[in-house]
């Protein structure tokens, strides 16, 4: 138990291990389209729920809207762990899938803020 919580704080406080290159955003925007297209459109756009009353995805073009924060530690315990309204991918996606979607997400952002919000 005690690994299992030290390699979970190393994988939430590291920096994402892929640089952000047009390979590696192609890499995470195909895991994104089997992933996340459903809810969130090819251009991080929200998706309007079928359901009647269900909650609107986040805006993934304005990070600075959501509420679980926008770091790319705070990135990856959204994903993996999930939110009150969207599910998580630990049981879906690998970790190192889960950094390859968060670069692409970051793709996705203003030039500014990719170059003022830091990759850890
Ligand atoms: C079944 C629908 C669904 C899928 C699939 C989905 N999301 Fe979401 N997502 C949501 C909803 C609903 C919200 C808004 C509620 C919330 O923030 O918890 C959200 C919020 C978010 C947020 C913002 C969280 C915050 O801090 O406010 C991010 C980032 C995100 N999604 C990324 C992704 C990525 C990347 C994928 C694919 C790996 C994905 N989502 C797949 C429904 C989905």
Known sequence: MLWLGLAAWLLQTAANPFPETSASIEAGRRIYVAQCTQCHDAKGKPVVPAEPGA??????TRPKDWVHGMSAAAMFETL???TEEMAG????????????????VRSLWPEDLRRSAPQD
Do not use: H
């Not at 909650?55 to 993934?60: G, M, S």
């Not at 991918?89 to 692409?104: H, N, Q």
């Open 80 to 82: 993996r762990e999930g």
């Open 89 to 104: 991918f630990k049981g879906k996606l690998r970790d190192e899938e889960i950094w390859r979607v968060i670069i692409f």
């Open 55 to 60: 909650t609107k995805p986040a805006d993934l």
